[in-house]
């Protein structure tokens, strides 16, 4: 229902009737206010408004809200990116109550489209069903197409879906592509206008994890709410009615900190992605030669300054043993891990053999490796083979 306006310009403060929040999804979405959810193209924005639809309808669990249920309440769905079909499919998948559902009808668009009729239109099914408490729009792009994208359309829809979403106290939730922005995850690359924005009392990104097991719904504004926690869920393929295969989501408990959303979402960088490939060869070990980790750098497709900063990353340092000079050699030594704790394979020279640096039994035998190497730097002098006594 329609809240009474006053005509008086202004209003005295103590005269206002207060109004704290009230939240269809807590935290989230408002009810009296206009949000928007943004992604990119096939990351579940779709399957998102929907699985939110179908819990509305059906007084289901609200998701990050433990043991609590929605009210069953009607929502009104304007899909213009799916054939009616398509979407009607969607939505008996969810297992959504059809009955409290209303899908918008192309067929009713007039010859002359306006953004103003739009409205009107929506407004009349707020009228007429006074049960409804939220209205979906996916996407906003695809609105200013259908109702001639003329200039300022973008602007004069989401105005006209805030007031909307004012006068009779229902949840408004545009959909919306990403765009592309020097500074991403900003509130500017949403709709690409701090000014069209302005109005939006919360802006959720979608993401789907790196990896791509999970999707995340988070806070880039939220005048509302918090901006610091947000909600995870993943997609997976079930088998519905008749034997086909729906999407369905599946929500996980709780809210999840932006901090570590953004590391989920975050393409891992060449060091950190290295760390990965070399920390099961260096575990258990206190040192590894350089050489060797060169060559097990090698065999993992990584640099050797590449995984010798990926070894100082997990506490390896490098340093100079066995002598100094031409005699000595470099390992890389991580002092966290006590001698004692070491493996076996920190064995002092089983693995040197192949890399010229003697063989253990030479390491066993000092002064056969010492006649070694005066041979090698001239100190002593060779008598010839003739003459040899030795």
């Known amino acids: 229902m329609r809240k009474s306006k006053s005509t008086s310009p202004f209003l005295r403060a103590d005269k206002i009737k207060q109004a704290p929040v009230s939240w269809l999804l807590p935290k989230f979405i408002a009810y009296g206010h206009l949000s928007l959810i943004a992604g990119d193209p096939g990351v579940g924005k779709s399957h998102l408004v929907v ?3 179908a819990r509305l309808s059906r007084g289901l669990k609200i998701p990050g809200q433990a043991g609590k249920k929605f009210g069953r309440q009607a929502a009104l769905l304007v899909s213009l990116e799916d054939a009616e079909g398509n979407t009607a499919l969607r939505l008996a998948a969810a297992k959504a109550g059809m009955k409290k559902v209303r899908v918008f009808n192309r067929d009713a668009v007039p010859a002359e489209p306006s953004v103003q009729k739009f409205l009107g239109f929506l407004e009349g099914v707020l009228v007429s069903d006074t049960n409804a408490r939220l209205v979906v729009v996916d996407t906003i792009a695809a609105v200013c197409e259908l109702f001639g994208n003329k200039k300022n359309a973008l602007a004069e829809l989401m105005f006209g879906l805030s007031r909307l979403a004012a006068d009779y106290s229902v949840a408004i939730v545009g959909v919306t592509h990403l765009t592309k922005s020097a500074q991403p995850s900003s509130v500017a690359n949403v709709l690409g206008s701090i000014k069209v924005n302005a109005g939006v009392r919360a802006v959720l990104q979608l993401s789907r994890s790196y990896d791509g097991h999970h999707c995340f719904l988070w806070p880039l ?45 975050a393409a891992p960088s060449a060091l950190s992605s290295a760390v990965k490939k070399i920390k099961p060869v260096l575990k258990g070990r206190r040192s590894i030669p350089s050489k060797m980790l060169e060559r097990e750098a090698k065999r993992l497709g990584l640099s050797p300054a590449t995984a010798k900063a ?14 100094a000079a031409a005699n ?28 010229g ?29 003739d003459d040899s006594d030795w």
């Not at 990926?310 to 002598?323: D, H, M, P, T």
């Not at 390491?363 to 190497?373: D, L, N, S």
Request: proline fraction near 3%.
């Open 357 to 385: 640096r003697g063989s253990s039994e030479d390491h066993a035998k000092p002064g056969k490796q010492k006649k070694r190497e005066e041979v090698k730097r001239g100190l002593k002098k060779v008598a010839s083979s």
């Open 328 to 355: 000595g050699s470099w390992d890389m030594v991580n002092k966290n891990i006590p001698e004692e704790n070491a493996t076996k394979k920190d064995a002092p020279f089983s693995c040197r053999r192949k890399f």
């Open 51 to 53: 699985d939110l639809i």
């Open 310 to 323: 990926a070894a100082k990353q997990l506490g390896y340092e490098s340093k100079r043993v066995n002598g």
């Open 221 to 265: 504004k939220n005048n509302l709410g918090t901006d610091k926690q947000g909600l995870r869920f993943r997609i997976a393929d079930v088998h519905g009615a008749k034997g086909r295969s729906v999407s369905k989501i599946f929500w996980t408990k709780g809210l999840m900190d932006v901090a570590r959303i953004k590391a989920a979402i």
